[in-house]
């Protein structure tokens, strides 16, 4: 059964952080639609889901970053 297209990005985006492909900022939905070939929308969606397992922290109006090695506040 295939998986849909959100889900894989969400897989491969998970891999790239790991090995430290991507560090800090993640590229634009837009970038990230073009280097996967969706559309924006399914970027969005693959981000939300990243968000809501707390792999990344996404701000409105901002791009998105990695949380793995991000200070936190005390």
Not at 20 to 32: C, M
Request: aromatic fraction near 4%.
């Amino acid at each position: 059964m295939l998986k849909p297209k959100q889900d894989e990005i969400c897989e491969k985006l998970k891999q790239m952080l790991e090995r430290g492909s991507i560090k800090g900022w993640l590229p634009s939905t837009t970038e990230l639609a073009a280097s996967f070939a969706v559309n924006a929308r399914t970027v969005r969606k693959a981000l939300a889901t990243l968000a809501n397992e707390g792999v990344i922290e996404r701000q409105r109006g901002i791009v998105s970053f990695s949380k793995k090695g991000k200070t936190q506040r005390k």
